[in-house]
C-alpha cells in the first residue's frame, strides 16, 4: 500500500513537471504572439505600418502550407531524395523562425539588435544543437508569424481553420498516420517543426540527436500552437484581455490533450482538444 501510494506520487509529480515545462513553453509563445500582435496593431493604427490585406495574407499562407505538406509528402515517398531532406528541413526551418522571430523582437528592439539575437541563435542552433536552444528559436519563430499574419485574419476564418486542421490532424495521426511517419522523419533528421518536450527539465540541455519518440521527450507540433494563436491575435483589435482570455483557455486545451495522451500512452493529434477551448474561449468573449 504504502509502495502504490509512493508510485502514484511520483506519478503525479512527474505529470505536473511535463506539463509545466509543456504548458510554460506554449504560454511563453501565445503571449509573446499577443503582445507582439498589440505593439503591431497600434503601429498599424498610427500608419507606421502595412498589414496585407485578409484575403492576400490568407491565400499565402494557405499556399505555402499545403505546397510544405506536398513537398514532404513526395520526399516521404522517394527514398533517393533522403540526403536532400535535410537539407530542405532546416532551410525551412530557419526560414520560418528567423522571420517570426525578426518580426517579434524588431518591435522592442533596433533591427540590428533583432538580427543579431536571432542570427547568434541560429548558429547555435547548427553549431550546437541543443534542445534549449530550439525550443527557444521556436518561442520566437511561432510567436512572430501568428501575431503577424493573424492580425489579417478575422476571427470567424480562423475558427474555420482551426475545424478544418484539427479533422485533418485526426485523419493524419489515427487513419493515414502521415503524420506520425513526418514526425519520425524530422526526428530522424534533427529538425523539428515544434517544441521539444522534455520530461525533466535537465534534458533541456541534451543535444537533438538525444530526441527520440518514447525516450526521454514529448513534441508539441507547430502548428498545435500557431492555430489557437492566430484565434488569440485575431482577437487582439476587440480587446487584449479579450486576447489572454483566448490563450487562457487554449492553455486549458493543452492540459486536457496531455492528460489523453497519458491515458493512450501513444501519438494523439493533439489540435483538436486544444482548437475546442481555444473555440470556446473566443465565444466567451463574445459576451463581452
Known amino acids: 500500500m504504502i509502495r502504490d501510494k509512493k508510485i502514484e506520487r511520483e506519478s503525479r509529480k512527474k505529470f505536473w513537471r511535463v506539463f509545466l515545462i509543456e504548458g510554460g513553453l506554449f504560454s511563453l509563445a501565445s503571449v509573446f504572439a499577443v503582445v507582439g500582435a498589440f ?26 502550407v499545403v505546397t510544405f505538406l506536398v513537398l514532404l509528402f513526395v520526399l516521404l515517398k522517394n527514398k533517393k531524395a533522403s540526403k536532400f531532406k535535410e537539407i530542405i ?7 520560418t523562425v528567423f522571420w517570426g522571430g ?17 542570427g547568434i541563435l541560429i548558429v547555435l542552433w547548427l ?14 519563430g511561432l510567436a512572430g508569424v501568428s501575431s503577424f499574419l493573424g492580425l489579417s485574419l478575422i476571427p470567424s476564418i480562423v475558427v474555420a481553420l482551426l475545424l478544418i486542421f484539427s479533422v485533418y490532424d485526426f485523419i493524419a495521426v489515427y487513419k493515414t498516420k502521415h503524420m506520425i511517419l513526418m ?16 520530461k525533466e527539465f535537465k534534458h533541456l540541455k541534451n543535444k537533438l540527436k538525444d530526441v527520440k519518440i518514447g525516450g526521454n521527450f514529448m513534441i508539441l507540433g507547430g502548428g498545435d500552437v500557431v492555430f489557437p494563436s492566430l484565434l488569440a491575435v485575431s482577437a487582439v483589435p476587440s480587446g487584449f484581455l479579450k486576447a489572454i482570455i483566448i490563450v487562457f483557455f487554449s492553455l486549458a486545451g493543452v492540459f486536457f490533450s496531455y492528460w ?9 493529434p493533439a489540435l483538436p482538444p486544444i482548437a475546442l477551448l481555444a473555440i470556446i474561449g473566443y465565444l466567451t468573449t463574445l459576451f463581452f
Open 39 to 64: 505593439q503591431l496593431n497600434k503601429l498599424a493604427g498610427l500608419e507606421k505600418i502595412y498589414l496585407p490585406a485578409n484575403f492576400l495574407q490568407y491565400f499565402l499562407v494557405s499556399f505555402l
Open 89 to 95: 528541413y532546416k532551410g525551412f526551418f530557419i526560414t
Open 102 to 118: 525578426m518580426t517579434v523582437l524588431n518591435l522592442f528592439l533596433p533591427a540590428l539588435a533583432a538580427i543579431l539575437v536571432m
Open 127 to 140: 553549431k550546437f544543437p541543443i534542445v534549449w536552444v530550439h525550443d527557444v528559436l521556436m518561442i520566437l
Open 183 to 198: 514526425a519520425e522523419e524530422m526526428i530522424g533528421k534533427k529538425v523539428i517543426l515544434g517544441f521539444i518536450i522534455p
Open 260 to 268: 489523453i495522451f497519458t491515458k493512450e500512452k501513444e501519438p494523439i
